[in-house]
Antibody, heavy 122, light 107 residues
Framework: EVALVESGGDLVQPGGSLRLSCVAS????????MFWVRQAPGKGPEWVSS????????YYADSVKGRFTMSRDNSKNTVYLQMDSLRVDDTAVYYC???????????????WGQGILVTVSS | DIQMTQSPSSLSASVGDRVTITCRAS??????LAWCQQKPGKAPKLLIY???TLEGGVPSRFSGSGSGTEFTLSISSLQPDDFATYYC?????????FGQGTRLEIK
């Protein structure tokens, strides 16, 4: 069974940094692209970033481009989201997501993690 | 960016009712459209992908249809467990985008 467990959420001041991790199990990790999707309080989900199965390509929403970096370590079955220059409107539950295939054209959400809260506030 | 618009934004219905939610895309997404269900404090749960394919374990009272720019999610006979918020989401191109949600409430 697929399991995606996020960690690293915290309260951070505006302008600060945070790194989220997501440990995956139950599938052959390097065969699947992975995503981060976030959901601000009372709002709908918003796609943040994607990485291909090999890690050779990443994609970002305009709202986080230049501030967030997504990466993966296939030896550890883990994806990361490095978040710098955090803003109050980055406050959200961040979900780690498994896609249904490996390449850059793999954009279908197949499984959601349980989510981790990031709060940006002074 | 492809904008996704759901209607209605909220809906009141009774157990046993049939309900339909509509989702419109601002550009052609073919059938690269998914529906998910979310309950308060929980992660979204995938219901349907490729516009009409039921995810494993999802009850057959859920169905999806459509292609291009107009899609529907139908629930044939509402059960108490179905009262939740529903989102459509396109995956035809980046950025992936979601509808604003339809809140289904008990009448």
């Amino acid at each position: 069974e697929v399991a995606l467990v996020e960690s690293g959420g915290d309260l951070v001041q505006p302008g600060g940094s945070l790194r989220l991790s997501c440990v995956a199990s139950g599938f052959t990790f390097n065969n699947y692209a992975m995503f981060w999707v976030r959901q601000a309080p009372g709002k709908g989900p918003e796609w943040v970033s994607s990485v291909t199965g090999s890690g050779d390509a990443t994609y970002y929403a305009d709202s986080v481009k230049g501030r967030f970096t997504m990466s993966r370590d296939n030896s550890k079955n883990t994806v990361y989201l490095q978040m710098d220059s955090l803003r109050v409107d980055d406050t959200a539950v961040y979900y780690c997501i498994k896609s249904d295939c490996s390449g850059g054209g793999c954009r279908r959400i197949a499984s959601w993690g349980q989510g981790i809260l990031v709060t940006v506030s002074s | 960016d492809i904008q996704m618009t759901q209607s209605p934004s909220s809906l009141s219905a009774s157990v046993g009712d049939r309900v339909t939610i509509t989702c419109r895309a601002s550009q052609n997404v073919n059938t690269l459209l998914a529906w998910c269900q979310q309950k308060p404090g929980k992660a979204p749960k995938l219901l349907i992908y490729r516009a009409s394919t039921l995810e494993g374990g999802v009850p057959s009272r859920f169905s999806g249809s459509g292609s291009g720019t107009e899609f529907t999610l139908s629930i044939s006979s509402l059960q108490p467990d179905d009262f939740a918020t529903y989102y459509c989401q396109q995956y035809a191109s980046y950025p992936l985008t979601f509808g604003q949600g339809t809140r289904l409430e008990i009448k």
